[in-house]
C-alpha cells in the first residue's frame, strides 16, 4: 500500500491550490480516504475525508466552504482542491488510508501561505 501527495507549494492569501493524492497496492473504490494537516508545533488534524463511494464527505469548521475532497476512481487519485486559502492553513499535508486495520500515511506535502 502506498499513497503519495503532490500540488503543494507557496500561494497569498485568498490564493487557491489543488493536491493530490496517487494510491497504490490496494483496491482503491473500496477505501475511504483522507487529508490530514500539520503546522509547526501542532497536532495532526483531519481536513478532509471521503467514503469510498465519493458520496459523502466530511470537513470541520475550519475549512468548510473553503475545501473540497473527491476522488478518481479510474485515477486511484484523490485530491483536495483548497480555495480562499489562509495563513493559518499553512502546514504539511497528508493523505491517508486505513486497510485491513492499518493506517498508511504519504511523505505529506508542504502548502504556504504568506504575502
Known amino acids: 500500500v502506498k ?7 507557496a500561494v497569498q492569501p485568498g490564493g487557491s491550490l489543488r493536491l493530490s ?11 475511504a480516504m483522507s487529508w490530514y494537516r500539520q503546522a ?5 488534524e ?3 475525508a471521503i ?8 470537513y470541520p469548521d475550519s475549512v468548510k466552504g473553503r475545501f ?9 487519485t484523490i485530491y483536495l482542491q483548497m480555495n480562499s486559502l489562509k495563513p493559518e ?6 493523505c491517508e488510508v486505513r486497510v485491513l486495520s492499518r493506517e498508511y500515511w504519504g511523505q505529506g506535502t508542504q502548502v504556504t501561505v504568506s504575502s
Request: charged share 20%; aromatic share 10%; proline share 2%.
Open 51 to 58: 467514503t469510498s463511494t465519493g458520496i459523502t464527505t466530511n
Open 40 to 44: 509547526p508545533g501542532e497536532e495532526r
Open 89 to 94: 492553513d499553512t502546514a504539511v499535508y497528508y
Open 21 to 31: 493524492c496517487a494510491a497504490t497496492g490496494f483496491t482503491f473504490a473500496n477505501y
Open 3 to 9: 499513497v503519495e501527495e503532490s500540488g503543494g507549494g
Open 46 to 48: 483531519l481536513v478532509a
Open 68 to 76: 473540497n475532497i473527491s476522488r478518481h476512481r479510474d485515477k486511484s
